[in-house]
């Protein structure tokens, strides 16, 4: 067999060479062949021709110009009828196209696994049956799944029921080809309980010929947004609250000291006139009146903006049963004399967080309400309970006396200045305070009460550090 | 001008020295001859009401507080103008408060029965005036 070669035109052109080139031998060919595929193409070569293997490969070479194809070479052996070959046929193909199309793919397809492994954002190929085909590690670290975990799993099972049916019927969309893609924000389950917000954006993956493959989910973790979101709005609404508390008692404050600033006019201005001494004598005695409420009222506008100041006071861990006794055997007397039976159902070595001063004045203040607009006709019974609640301590004072009318004074009985009864001592005072220094502690008092029956306050406690 | 004397005067008021006061700025004004005086809204009602289902004449004038205990002036008009025979038509409504906040003001507007909004204390001029838009 010569080492001459036949070659058409094509080849010729694939390699770059003027067609009237003479001479092309195997080693022209071997020579034009990339020098790192060289040897091996030699060998596959001489396999063939020794009937090893028949040639089929692919290999590089340099054109003239330096440029570098991919080439896919075929070649088969003539033999004659001694078995002895010669003739070898082949036939080279260019398939630069295809090995740049390819190279291109497997860099878009690392590109996309490089995005897909290392993104911030969640990320899963799911099946068209929902379930999880690849999930990123963000994503098993927003859910709180291990990768594992997660690939047996649906999405369903971590999509919150109530955002279930709008991502389903989005999805619905894509598979009926009417979308290629949505956004929605939603919220998952985390495998702990808690609720994960994010957003969530679906893009359809189809063959070539238009069917859908898969669909590639990307779920931004929205959740600390939407916690601080809620600090915040949690925040406006206490200094909105504050606002109004701060204008309320601006009010207050205003009304309050006029009252008694008109009666202070008035009455200086009859004793500037008045001639007769005995009716001085009582103008006198109604100014002294007029000054001394004035005197109460300051001292108690002092107190509500004690409390308000009081509330950076450290809150400490106190055991309740203690602070109750102790303010019951302070009002001792006022029991004995009422014949007034007080039971304590609470346990002995329950904390509660609270600013002990606070906590001591309201138990007087309760317990004294109770003792004082109690029904004469019924041995005053004053009950105080607690229960332990999932994000709370409640207690409960209930009693047996006079009661209020709680559909025409519900929104007046914690106000300032409001009384119910007609009771000399009634100040309208007590609840208010109380009132602002549960608010103080971060807790609230409620109330249940019908006329004649007796009332019941409930207190809302912070749980003690531990 | 022709001025004539309130028939007769209801003061609803909790506060003893206003009433005093009221009742001594009345006579010097020769505002009126009767001066009937509740000392909260409740007394307020069920004594007019007795008096409207006696069938004898309610005062022709009431001097209304609005913070008062167990019924406020407030809750005192909207139980008021529920009483038959009230002739409430008749009757004419001053609110005599300390408040200056606006909510009270604004909420005046919402009582037809209401003539009219003086700020504590009362003076003599007031009541004067009251004689002289009566009069008219």
Redesign the interface.
Request: charged share 20%; hydrophobic share 30%; glycine share 8%.
């Given at each position: 067999m010569s080492e001459l070669l036949v070659w058409d035109d094509i080849m010729y052109e694939l390699f770059k060479i003027p067609k009237d080139t003479k001479n092309i031998t195997y080693e022209t060919w071997l020579n034009y062949v990339h020098p790192e595929d060289k040897e091996r193409s030699h060998q596959e070569v001489q396999n063939a021709l020794n009937g090893i293997k028949n040639f089929d490969s692919q290999f590089r070479i340099v054109c003239p110009n330096g440029e570098i194809r991919h080439i896919k070479g075929v070649g088969i052996t003539q033999k004659n009828a001694e078995g002895e070959v010669v003739k070898f046929l082949g036939t080279n193909y260019d398939i630069t196209e295809l090995k740049n199309t390819q190279m291109m793919l497997q860099k878009s397809e690392e590109s996309f696994h490089g995005a897909f492994e290392n993104s911030d954002t969640g990320m899963a190929i799911v099946a068209l049956d929902g379930s999880f085909e690849k999930v990123n590690e963000s994503l098993c670290a927003s859910l709180g799944y291990a990768e594992k975990e997660l690939l047996t799993m649906n999405f369903k099972e971590v999509t919150h029921p109530e955002d279930f049916n709008d991502d389903r019927s989005l999805l619905k969309q894509i598979t009926k080809g009417k979308r290629s893609s949505y956004k929605l924000e939603k919220r998952y389950f985390h495998k702990d309980g808690h609720v994960i917000h994010g957003i969530l954006t679906v893009t359809a993956v189809k063959d070539t010929s238009g069917e859908l493959l898969h669909f590639v989910s990307q779920v931004t973790d929205i959740t600390p947004r939407i916690k601080n979101e809620k600090k915040l709005s949690r925040l406006v609404d206490i200094t909105t609250e504050q606002n109004d508390s701060l204008l309320n008692f601006a009010?207050i404050v205003?009304?309050?000291l006029?009252?008694h600033s008109?009666?202070l006019?008035?009455?200086t201005n009859?004793l500037i006139k008045e001639k007769d001494d005995s009716e001085r004598k009582n103008l006198l005695v109604?100014l002294r009146?007029?000054t001394d409420s004035l005197n109460d009222t300051i001292l108690h506008l002092n107190e509500v903006v004690q409390v308000k100041v009081g509330a950076f006071e450290k809150m400490k861990n106190i055991n309740l049963y203690d602070s109750i006794t102790d303010v019951q055997k302070n009002l001792n007397i006022l029991i004995q004399e009422k014949n007034a039976i007080c039971e304590i159902n609470i346990p002995k070595d329950l904390k509660i967080r609270v600013i002990p001063a606070y906590l001591d004045s309201i138990i007087l203040n309760l317990l004294t309400n109770s003792l004082k607009y109690s029904s004469p006709e019924r041995i005053p019974l004053i009950q105080i309970s607690s229960k332990i609640e999932s994000n709370a301590i409640t207690v409960s004072f209930k009693d047996n006396g006079l009661g209020i009318d709680l559909k025409?004074n519900s929104d007046?009985l914690f106000g300032m200045?409001?009384?119910?009864?007609?009771n000399k001592d009634?100040k309208?005072i007590g609840l208010f305070i109380t009132k602002n220094q549960m608010e103080a502690m971060n807790g609230k008092i409620e109330v249940e009460s019908t006329v004649d029956v007796g009332s019941t306050f409930k207190l809302y406690f912070e749980k003690p550090l531990t | 001008m022709n001025i004539t004397k309130i028939r007769s005067v209801c003061i609803i008021d909790d506060d003893p020295i206003f009433i005093y006061g009221t009742k001594r700025i009345m006579n010097e004004a020769d505002f009126t001859d009767e001066i009937l005086v509740y000392n909260d809204g409740q007394a307020a009602f069920d004594g007019l009401k007795a008096m409207a289902e006696r069938g004898e004449e309610l005062p022709s004038m009431i001097f209304l507080d609005i913070n008062m205990p167990i019924m406020t002036g407030w809750e005192f008009l909207d139980e008021f103008i529920k009483i038959p025979n009230n002739n409430s038509e008749n009757i004419i409504i001053y609110i005599i408060s300390s408040s200056v906040d606006p909510r009270d003001i604004a909420r005046i507007q919402q009582y037809k029965i209401v003539n009219n909004y003086i700020l504590k204390p009362i003076s003599i001029e007031d009541l004067h005036n009251i004689l002289k838009s009566v009069g008219n």
């Open positions: 009010h205003s009304h309050n006029r009252s008109s009666n006019s008035m009455l009859f109604m009146g007029a025409r007046k200045y409001k009384t119910f009864h007609r009634a309208g | -």
